[in-house]
């Protein structure tokens, strides 16, 4: 079985079993790498039902040299930390580990440590036997030390579980700099990360993979990284992404010519769960694939030549590990990672079909088994009870939270945009907060007292703002949601908008006509379970 010990909350200091030379793990890539080209057109070999990520890999020649998850189990013997938590009251730090071997993330026992306080992710563990542990970054060429994530921004479902994703905003990014077995030189490799369209921005770089080991660029073809997001490095890119690049140092490349040649490459949209995958043979191919993590096989984007540039072509990978930000630590970008995996030599296209699969079994952003209550983890529409109104329902619209019309022959998005997971509340724990579902990490949050879908950024005043506690409806029906922040201010709909509105007030929404009705809503069933 593969395990490490679980640090004890208030412990420091991680327990790492001793590296092999570089030089012996060098030899054993090449030979990994040598065996991977043979058997790259081959299938995989079956493999056992309760087999995940890295074992299918393994099965298929090429094993797993890096295995990043805050969600899971990567290896169905697995039962060490997935990662480390530290609280802001008192400095005192845990891991989180699954719940079983082979199982989903104790997302309990994060919530548990971090009761009444916050906390951020200090270290994401790898499960291979190489120990390749993420941490916080440090600074680069291009970027400031960064900061961890906050560690309960981003709640999904996975397995039927509640667990967290790590949702990562500009100034924050891990690494480690120090490995054991990545592909350097021209060896061979491949990688995938499961991340989201939801939640991407057009800066650089949100990278999994491959970098350098001094936070520097140090020239063409010295990463090796899947990117994920919505920056055209080269135009053109068609459609609006975000698009799967491979972010090889200098540029984030569609081709070998750094600009899409797939007209069909559209991009994936806001689908709230998406596979980005990368391999590359280090010498003159790489290939480009994505897929949707919750249903369907992989599309292959790309699959050719290295870039023509100079530098490429043999690539002069270092062999670091980077997640959040660019080599040399370019952290202005935007992104949400569940898991990943980097492995010694080039995956078969078998290999990544069943790796494929599995994921897609996992049910990222399932059901919670939880409908039409207000209890944390349970799914629900919010339905106005003011008498013009009653057919209309809380949805995001364009970020802004409106009310409108939602029927059962309402369109698949109409009945997603309207549907909310209710979770603990973020400043409060007696209170709720209401998470998109489909938005992984986007929730409602007042700003300038008008109510939007914004992604959570760890902050305090977000904290705050999006946060409402339920209280017995004003109207004598219901539930009213006053402000955590704004006591004295409900959650309003007001001219088809919502509002955090008083009873009586300067602003146009906080009338004191149908005040009670407005601020008074109906728990319902979710329209998308």
Known sequence: MLSRTLRAPGATGALRTPRMSRALLSLLAVCATLAALFLGAGAAPAAAASSLPCDLYAAAGTPCVAAHSLTRALYASYNGPLYQVRRAKDGARTDIGPLSAGGYANAAAQDSFCSGTTCLVTEIYDQSPRHNDLTIEGAGGAGAADVGAPADALPVTAGGHQVYGLEISAGMGYRDNSTSGVAVNGQAEGMYMVTSGTHVNNRCCFDYGNAETNNMDTGNGHMDAINFGTECWFPPCYGQGPWAQADLENGLFQSDAGYSKNTANTGTGPLPFVTALLKNNGQ???????GNARSGGLTTTYSGGEPTAGGYAPMHQEGAIVLGTGGDNSNGSAGSFFEGVMTAGIPTDAADNAVQADIVSVGYGGPTGSTGTLSPGSETSLRATTSCCTGDYVRHQNDAAVISPVTSSSSSLDKNDATWIVRRGLADASCVSFE?????????????????????????????DATFCPQAGKSGTGTSFASYNYPTRYLRHYDHGLYIASNGGANAFDSSTSWTADVSWAVAAPWAP
Request: charged residues 25%.
């Open 284 to 290: 003159n191919h790489f290939a480009l694939k994505y």
């Open 436 to 464: 998109s579902r489909n938005y992984p990490g986007d929730f409602l949050r007042h700003f300038d007292y008008r109510v939007y879908r914004q992604p959570m950024d760890g902050t305090a005043q977000f904290r705050a």
